[in-house]
T-cell receptor, first 115, second 113 residues
Framework: KAGVTQTPRYLIKTRGQQVTLSCSPISGHRSVSWYQQTPGQGLQFLFEYFSETQRNKGNFPGRFSGRQFSNSRSEMNVSTLELGDSALYLC??????????????FGPGTRLLVL | SQKIEQNSEALNIQEGKTATLTCNYTNYSPAYLQWYRQDPGRGPVFLLLIRENEKEKRKERLKVTFDTTLKQSLFHITASQPADSATYLCALLPYNQGGKLIFGQGTELSVKP
């Protein structure tokens, strides 16, 4: 099976712009979680989607949003980018949200740089 | 306040020795705790999970212990190899936190030949 794929892998934006990141989970996986990883804060949970519904949300401002499509692919959007949004954004998929977080499979991440 | 802490300093050990990494937490009630490996430029890879009612788990050269009284998990790699060099992350799933997985900052392990 192909692993979790994320596009794009690298992105450079300027402050005030918005960005959309994409994640394709492992075939058959219906739960997708997003994380932000920075040297200062480490890996922080953004949100989780299952069957096109957001099930859990981390402590991030409303500028961070996401959605999931019927084929389980997910996108996250960050509006009005700030310098502090520069980070590695990771997507993880799992078969289902009940036991799913017990076996999460991470993608390679999207490295976002905000100038 | 709630915290999950790992050794902030890098751990340097000689090949063949046992590496021991620590994960301490405060003010969480974890349903389980996980350990991941992360290589530079890559996403974390799941290694082991240990539940609150388990004391120890093993997988090949890996061993995890979980002490809910001390609020600590130890991660051991026996007969370490240079290929084990990576950053190791612990993560816990607390009860009553809406299903959010909480990660530590990670410990960088370097195994020298």
């Amino acid at each position: 099976k192909a692993g979790v794929t994320q596009t794009p892998r690298y992105l450079i934006k300027t402050r005030g712009q918005q960005v959309t990141l994409s994640c394709s989970p492992i075939s058959g996986h219906r739960s997708v979680s997003w994380y932000q990883q920075t040297p200062g804060q480490g890996l922080q949970f953004l949100f989780e989607y299952f069957s096109e519904t957001q099930r859990n949300k981390g402590n991030f401002p409303g500028r961070f949003s996401g959605r999931q499509f019927s084929n389980s692919r997910s996108e996250m959007n960050v509006s009005t980018l700030e310098l502090g949004d520069s980070a590695l954004y990771l997507c993880a998929s799992s078969p289902n949200p009940v036991e799913g977080r017990e076996t999460q499979y991470f993608g390679p991440g999207t490295r976002l740089l905000v100038l | 306040s709630q915290k999950i802490e790992q050794n902030s300093e890098a751990l340097n050990i000689q090949e063949g020795k046992t590496a021991t990494l620590t994960c301490n937490y405060t003010n969480y009630s974890p349903a389980y705790l996980q350990w991941y490996r992360q290589d530079p430029g890559r996403g974390p890879v799941f290694l082991l999970l240990i539940r609150e009612n388990e004391k120890e788990k093993r997988k090949e050269r890996l061993k995890v212990t979980f002490d809910t009284t001390l609020k600590q998990s130890l991660f051991h790699i026996t007969a370490s190899q240079p290929a084990d060099s990576a950053t190791y992350l612990c993560a816990l799933l607390p009860y009553n936190q809406g299903g959010k997985l909480i990660f530590g900052q990670g410990t960088e392990l370097s195994v020298k030949p």
